[in-house]
T-cell receptor, first 112, second 110 residues
Framework: GQQVMQIPQYQHVQEGEDFTTYCNSSTTLSNIQWYKQRPGGHPVFLIQLVKSGEVKKQKRLTFQFGEAKKNSSLHITATQTTDVGTYFCAANSGGSNYKLTFGKGTLLTVNP | DADVTQTPRNRITKTGKRIMLECSQTKGHDRMYWYRQDPGLGLRLIYYSFDVKDINKGEISDGYSVSRQAQAKFSLSLESAIPNQTALYFC?????????FGPGTRLTVL
């Protein structure tokens, strides 16, 4: 079935440094979503990308969808301690628009 | 998200016991999902339902069963719990785009 590979698995940064997590698929994706899970919490939707080459920004977060729609990235500029958590990408799977396959996530820790 | 609730929030049980995890939602969504989360493995889909009469297996359905009692309720059962079912379980709903997750149930099987 559909697989999305996410790297890195862990990332530790000093506060103020940038952070990027990458999501890759061997097949073309119809769209991709990003979620954030704070420690002890549940995943919360951040954004959905649909168009080839799409770039969206949310304050310090920049989301990109590759031209071939096979990869995506989430970049955080000047990390803060509030950015701590696990970031997941997710893509529709099995030909269904309503079943998501999640990447394994990137755990971000920030040293103040 | 208070719109999706799960009970219990924590449960410790013994091998061989039957256990039910319950999920309720007030979002009015037809689509509901059960996931389990294990460290380093992300979120894996157990079962999903598109309406009361439509139940589908996910990638790791063995050892689990579900019941969609109403649009708002979707229960997950472990007929005979085993230790490797120790995990964090999430219920979720979905309309067209994003999924809305419940707070999770932490299950420990001894």
């Amino acid at each position: 079935g559909q697989q999305v590979m996410q790297i890195p698995q862990y990332q530790h940064v000093q506060e103020g440094e940038d952070f990027t997590t990458y999501c890759n698929s061997s097949t073309t994706l119809s769209n991709i979503q990003w979620y954030k899970q704070r420690p002890g919490g549940h995943p919360v939707f951040l954004i959905q990308l649909v168009k080839s080459g799409e770039v969206k920004k949310q304050k310090r977060l920049t989301f990109q969808f590759g031209e071939a729609k096979k990869n995506s990235s989430l970049h955080i500029t000047a990390t803060q301690t509030t950015d701590v958590g696990t970031y997941f990408c997710a893509a529709n799977s099995g030909g269904s628009n309503y079943k998501l396959t999640f990447g394994k996530g990137t755990l971000l820790t920030v040293n103040p | 998200d208070a719109d999706v609730t799960q009970t219990p929030r924590n449960r410790i049980t013994k091998t061989g016991k039957r256990i039910m995890l319950e999920c309720s939602q007030t979002k009015g969504h037809d689509r509901m999902y059960w996931y389990r989360q294990d460290p380093g493995l992300g979120l894996r889909l157990i079962y999903y339902s598109f309406d009361v009469k439509d139940i589908n297996k996910g990638e790791i359905s063995d050892g689990y069963s579900v019941s969609r009692q109403a649009q708002a309720k979707f229960s997950l059962s472990l007929e005979s719990a085993i230790p490797n079912q120790t995990a964090l379980y999430f219920c979720a709903t979905r309309d067209r785009g994003e999924q809305f997750f419940g707070p999770g149930t932490r299950l420990t099987v001894l």
